[in-house]
């Protein structure tokens, strides 16, 4: 029987460049990774070193990483009622995704916006209008968009939603879904006693093809809270067992997996990827 690979990794510090990222992944017995490609609050991003990229994807090779799963600053709302921020995430992920060639082929990851008031359909709109904007045809990235928790008026926190923005996106080749365990838990799905169930409406809905990577979180609060925090693996309403099922689903495999969790320290990830690693033994 052909060994499924697990692909276990966490949020890196693009500080110090992309080889030291890699060089930070294999320190903690990761073999994919996510990165902010700026600074997450939003802000300007510093020149890419091409022989810097070579080196890592050197490193990746080497390695047999799976995909990197890149995220965009989590303040850019591509769905806000004022003209001047849709226009900076316009800018941002525009500008992201020229940077991200140097790396070809991984995952961009954005959080769809918060509608503020306009009302789900407007958001849907407004996202897709961006999107069709930035996403070229020669690209090599898929942009992935994050299934939200529904906090405030988050758009994303029903499958249907990530489905109607890829259905008016005219390059949806380039499209995929980040699923985070935390977020579809407070969105209503119940990750520990529907699994099954879950990814069986996500593939009638956007359909499984689409799923192409996973944040691994456990959540601080229970089913259906539209809260949003995260929790360690095993300190939340998921549980170790739940994230276990998830993460060896025969329909996920191959999938990066990336923890974000609210770790201290890389040697807390690479506690918390080694536990996952040695329970998914045999499983
Ligand atoms: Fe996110
Ligand atoms: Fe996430
Ligand atoms: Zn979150």
């Not at 017995?29 to 991003?45: C, E, H, L, Q």
């Not at 959080?111 to 045809?137: M, T």
């Not at 005219?170 to 209503?188: A, R, S, Y």
């Amino acid at each position: 029987m052909e060994e499924k690979k697990l692909y276990l990794g966490c949020h890196l510090s693009t500080s110090a460049g992309f080889e030291a990222m890699g060089r930070d992944a294999l320190s903690i017995g990761a073999n994919t990774f996510a990165f902010f490609t700026r600074n997450p609050r939003g802000g300007s991003a510093k020149a890419i070193d091409p022989a810097d990229a070579e080196a890592l994807k050197k490193i990746l090779e080497e390695g047999n990483f799976g995909k990197l799963v890149a995220h965009a600053p989590y303040t850019l709302n591509p769905c806000s009622a004022t003209q001047k921020t849709r226009e900076f995430a316009l800018m941002a992920m525009a500008d992201d995704l020229e940077r991200m060639e140097y790396l070809q082929g991984n995952y961009y990851n954005f959080h769809p916006g918060s509608h503020v008031g306009q009302g789900v359909e407007k958001g849907i709109e407004l996202i897709a209008d961006l999107l069709n904007q930035v996403i070229s045809p020669n690209q090599t990235t898929t942009v992935l968009l994050e299934t939200m928790a529904g906090k405030g008026s988050e758009i994303g926190s029903r499958f249907e939603e990530l489905a109607e923005i890829i259905s008016k996106v005219n390059h949806d080749e380039k499209m995929g879904v980040c699923l985070d365990t935390c977020h579809i838990n407070d969105g209503g799905y119940d990750v520990v006693e529907n699994l099954d169930g879950i990814l069986e409406e996500f593939d009638r809905i956007i359909g499984l093809d689409r799923l192409k990577a996973l944040h691994i979180n456990d959540s601080k609060n229970p089913l259906g809270a539209h809260k949003d925090r995260h929790a360690c693996i095993g300190d939340g309403y998921i549980g170790l067992d739940g994230i276990l099922a998830v993460i060896n689903h025969p329909k996920l495999a191959g999938l990066p997996c990336i923890l974000e969790t609210p770790q201290p320290d890389l040697m807390g990830y690479a506690k918390e990827i080694s536990i996952l690693r040695e329970k998914s033994k045999g499983l």
